[in-house]
């Protein structure tokens, strides 16, 4: 089967853009939302939980899951989704099926929350990346008509609308960033929606501490490998690049997931990273995709330093920092992507097998 990878961060190829449907639209008057940094966006309500992609953060119901919902190849799924799934959508990377799974069935529909970057926006993230970006005003709730199958279909399916087109969606913009939340056109929860809506704030650091704009490369100071605390993993977008792999080649990142590694695990990270082999790699540069440079890329972030990982590319994989180069190993990329909002969908080659958490290898 044919597999393409659907691109929901809107900073390169867009195919999902969340507010283009054709379906009619409803005005409804600009909702409350608390505006500044991470520190002083405040506790989440009881039972709900704070959510940071693309700039923003929100707040969603405890459970709502990190996840992709159902979509064009829904067919092939062991079984319809849970009752009581909810989503909030991954900006990462997409891996479609191609094939034509025709019309989804109703019991395939799921409520999601997404964000999506506007692909005719204007240097998108230098604009997130000012200072200005935690004050920027935060526009009104506007409703999307669910948009019922086209008639139209290809090899991959019905053509119109896409999958995600058949909910009724409500959708609230601050700057080039839109968060939509998707529901079943017979079982809309509006008051839900406005709930997750009103809680939309844009942000320049998460709750956790990554940068929302962030450049690829190593910082100055490198963590130590006898450092004690919290690591935090800080996983950015940035788009494709056709350079050398150098760091000056690689456009900025767009923050679209983090977690933390604490305690041992932090330590043991730590220790396997200055226990691998030196210089970069695993890498096969003969090998190598025009465009497919670092279009992801990790910072793992302490109280006093940095490292860089490339882990997507084929010329400029490994883990960095102040003069450290290090190999991509099993035992200091697979927990990188061991929990948060943290996902690998695609890797540079022989990396994916190292990096892949073990359910998904």
């Not at 940095?306 to 960095?320: D, P, Q």
């Not at 190999?327 to 200091?332: M, S």
């Amino acid at each position: 089967m044919m597999k393409a990878f659907v691109r929901l961060a809107a900073i390169a190829t867009v195919v999902l853009v969340a507010g283009s449907c054709a379906g009619g639209k409803h005005e409804q008057p600009p909702a409350s939302s608390p505006t500044g940094t991470a520190s002083s966006i405040g506790q989440a309500r009881e039972g709900w939980r704070w959510n940071a992609q693309g700039g923003v953060a929100f707040q969603t119901p405890d459970e709502f899951t990190f996840d992709w919902p159902p979509y064009t190849q829904w067919c092939i799924a062991d079984d319809p989704p849970k009752s009581g799934t909810k989503v909030v959508i991954p900006m990462h990377s997409w891996a479609v099926l191609a094939i034509a799974c025709g019309p989804m069935p109703r019991e395939y529909f799921v409520p999601w929350v997404r964000v999506e970057v506007d692909p005719e926006g204007e240097e998108p993230l230098k604009r997130i990346a000012a200072e200005s970006w935690a004050a920027e005003k935060v526009e009104g709730i506007t409703r999307h008509e669910a948009e019922p199958p086209g008639p139209d279909s290809d090899e991959l399916g019905p053509t119109s609308p896409d999958p995600l087109e058949s909910y009724e969606r409500f959708s609230r913009s601050v700057g080039p960033i839109t968060v939509t939340v998707g529901m079943p056109p017979d079982d809309v929860d509006e008051t839900l929606a406005a709930g997750i809506l009103e809680t939309v704030v844009p942000i320049s650091t998460t709750p956790l501490g990554c940068p929302s704009v962030a450049t690829p490369g190593a910082a100055t100071s490198a963590i130590e490998k006898d450092e004690q605390g919290d690591l935090v993993i800080c996983q950015y977008f940035a788009g494709a690049s056709e350079g050398t792999g150098t760091s000056a080649d690689r456009p900025q990142g767009l923050h679209i997931g983090e977690h933390v590694l604490s305690g041992n695990v932090a330590a043991s990270w730590l220790s396997a990273v200055y226990d691998a082999p030196m210089g970069l790699g695993p890498n096969n540069p003969d090998n190598c995709a025009s465009g497919q440079e670092d279009g992801e890329f990790i910072h793992v972030r302490s109280a006093t330093g940095m490292l860089h990982v490339s882990y997507v590319g084929c010329r400029s994989n490994g883990i960095t920092g102040n003069g450290l180069e290090r190999n991509i190993t099993r035992e200091n990329c697979g927990p990188i992507f061991s929990g948060g909002t943290v996902r690998i969908t695609y890797s540079g080659q022989d990396v994916g097998e190292l990096c892949m958490p073990d359910g998904v290898r």
